[in-house]
């Protein structure tokens, strides 16, 4: 797949910054920039900025405790037992 003209399209709807990216590793790596190579990098790099931004997972806070309500559930629960009884401290 070489389509230069959808790859010139593709190029200007990149901001600058992904811009420079893309031309770096194109020069980087002495290849020539195709279409097919384009969609190949951008599958790359919405993966890796996919795995950037996901949450970091903690291990207590989506475990199941002994009554099976997650233990952020818990915690919410008791947020709420603390809010009712400083509303009743008033």
Not at 60 to 72: C, E, P, W, Y
């Amino acid at each position: 797949m070489n389509n230069s003209h959808m790859l010139s399209v593709i190029e200007q709807k990149f901001c600058p910054d992904d811009r420079k990216v893309w031309l770096r590793e194109v020069e980087r790596g002495g290849k020539q920039a195709t279409l097919d190579a384009l969609i190949q990098w951008m599958t790359v790099e919405m993966k890796s900025r996919m795995r950037v931004t996901a949450p970091v997972r903690s291990g207590r806070s989506q475990s199941t405790l002994r009554d099976g309500r997650s233990s952020s559930s818990r915690t919410t629960q008791r947020r709420h037992e603390y809010n009712k009884t400083q509303m009743l401290n008033l």
